[in-house]
Each structure stands twice: as C-alpha cells, then as structure tokens.
T-cell receptor
Framework: KAGVTQTPRYLIKTRGQQVTLSCSPI?????VSWYQQTPGQGLQFLFE???????NKGNFPGRFSGRQFSNSRSEMNVSTLELGDSALYLC?????????????FGEGSRLTVL | KQEVTQIPAALSVPEGENLVLNCSFT??????LQWFRQDPGKGLTSLLL?????REQTSGRLNASLDKSSGRSTLYIAASQPGDSATYLC??????????FGKGTRLSVIA
C-alpha cells in the first residue's frame, strides 16, 4: 500500500510569488492535514480536510489556503510569499472519520523563499 | 490550551544502552498520544499510537507508556543502535482538534 505522497519535494521561490503543494493520501483515507515545520516554531497545524470540507484551521494568515478534491487528494497554496514562509510543509492522512486515529505523514515539501 | 513538553531536547548515548524519552502534557483530556520518529530532512514516521484507554503499546524494541492522570508518556528504547539516531516527537490528540506536538528529543546513539 503506497504511503502519503507529496509533490514537489523541493522548490525555490522568490518573495511575492505564490506556490501550490500537492498531497495524495493513503488509499482509502479521507482525512488530510497540513503542518508547517520550522526550526524555531516546530510543527504548527495549518488545516485539516475531511471529505472535501475544511474541518479545522490553524492560526495562519489568509495567504495560506487549501482544498481537498473528491478523490481525497489535497492541495495547499501560499500567495505573496515571504522569507518566513521557508519551511518543510508536511501532509498527513488518517483513515479514521472520527479524527481519533493514527496519522501517517508524507516526506514533505521543502520550500525555500529567497 | 494543551501544551506538550519533551525533555531533554537532545540526548547522546553509547550503543547498546537502554533509554527513556519523556513527554508531558498539560491537559489530561486526550483521545490518544502518538510517538513519531523524524530523520533529518524527512517526514515523520509513526512509531506507536496509544489510545486514552490504554496504558502502553509495544513494537519490537520500543515500548510506550501513558499515564493520563499525571500527563506523562515515556518511550522506552531497548538495546539502542546507531540506526535509532533521529528526532523523536510526541503528539497528543486533544479531542476533535488537531494534534499538538512537542519540540522533540534529538537522539544520537554512538557506535
């Protein structure tokens, strides 16, 4: 069974640009969560989707947005990039509709903003 | 607000030693607790999941315990190996809200 797949793995952007990251969950999983990881702040929750509906949202500015498609694949978008957006963006999926099950993470997308 | 603390932030041990990593959380009202491993520049690998009704879980050389009332969990690693070197993260599920992570313990096992 394939794990959580994130693309692209690495990308470099400049300030002011926008970026879209993609996440394909484990087959059969309908819950997808996104996290930002930086050395200073650790892992911070961005948002969570279940069956195309946003179920939870973290404390990030409106420049950060996401969506989930009918096949459970998810994308997140960051507009007007800032230097501080440089981070590892991690996607996780869960097969538990009650949101109490085990979370499985992808390898992440490493974003560098110059 | 739930907070998760992991002490120490870094730990270095000789190969073969048994070791314990600690995790504490401020609110005992949790659904579950999960331990993860992260290698440099990589994603998180789930090690063990303990439901709130459980006291411990075991997988190979790993054993995780949970004491909800005191807000503590430990991850026991037996007979440590250099391949165990990584950052270990603890996360709690506080109800129908996202996982709350600790900052992790960076483990180095010296051959």
């Amino acid at each position: 069974k394939a794990g959580v797949t994130q693309t692209p793995r690495y990308l470099i952007k400049t300030r002011g640009q926008q970026v879209t990251l993609s996440c394909s969950p484990i087959s059969g999983h309908r819950s997808v969560s996104w996290y930002q990881q930086t050395p200073g702040q650790g892992l911070q929750f961005l948002f969570e989707y279940f069956s195309e509906t946003q179920r939870n949202k973290g404390n990030f500015p409106g420049r950060f947005s996401g969506r989930q498609f009918s096949n459970s694949r998810s994308e997140m978008n960051v507009s007007t990039l800032e230097l501080g957006d440089s981070a590892l963006y991690l996607c996780a999926s869960s097969g538990d509709s009650a949101n109490t099950g085990e979370l499985f993470f992808g390898e992440g997308s490493r974003l560098t903003v110059l | 607000k739930q907070e998760v603390t992991q002490i120490p932030a870094a730990l270095s041990v000789p190969e073969g030693e048994n070791l314990v990593l600690n995790c504490s959380f401020t609110d005992s009202a949790i659904y579950n607790l999960q331990w993860f491993r992260q290698d440099p520049g990589k994603g998180l690998t789930s090690l063990l999941l303990i439901q709130s009704s459980q006291r411990e879980q075991t997988s190979g050389r790993l054993n995780a315990s949970l004491d909800k009332s005191s807000g503590r969990s430990t991850l026991y690693i037996a007979a440590s190996q250099p391949g165990d070197s990584a950052t270990y993260l603890c996360a709690v599920k506080p109800g129908n809200t996202p996982l709350v992570f600790g900052k992790g313990t960076r483990l180095s096992v010296i051959a």
